[in-house]
């Protein structure tokens, strides 16, 4: 049994040696594939961290491009507001000066009415006293009758002494006792 132990032993030997060999080989393999997955997830991670900073820059500069415009439409909605609130001064002012013109205008068309309601007035009394004054004098009597007729529409235009005229005009007895009473008072 001895022998079959030094045999074993020298095999042993060049197995162990055999052995070592491939499994320096087998580490040296596996320590190179560790090696080589280690430099693939550096390399990967380097490529991942290089579009993280170009996002990272293109949303810094998408952010810096958003506050501009948000700069620039705060100041356009502001000029704007100004624009408005001057617009809306000028409409008051308008509508203010609208208004003083229609006071003005309806001032000067009661003017113009009372005016003319006074030239009315004026030319109704001047026919009246015309028709008056040719009632007195007419010896007609249908003219008379027709010119006391037209006064008693137009009696408002006359003088009180204008009416009491009329009233005589019209009563021609009192008239003519009116004569007679004034021949008595003479002396």
Known sequence: MNEEKEPRSAMSE????????????????????????YLIQVFNSQSTITQLNATSASALQNAERLQDTNRELTEENQRLQDEIDALNEEKQAQQKSAEADREKAREEGRAEGEEAGRSAGLADAQKAYDLLLKAASTEDEAERAKAIEALEGMRGSLSEAAQKQLDALTSPDEEAEQ????????P
Do not use: G, H
């Open 14 to 37: 060049q197995k162990r040696t055999a052995l070592l060999r491939y499994m320096t080989i087998l580490f040296a393999v596996a320590f190179l594939l560790v090696l080589l997955s």
């Open 179 to 186: 004569t007679e009473t004034d021949e008595q008072n003479k």
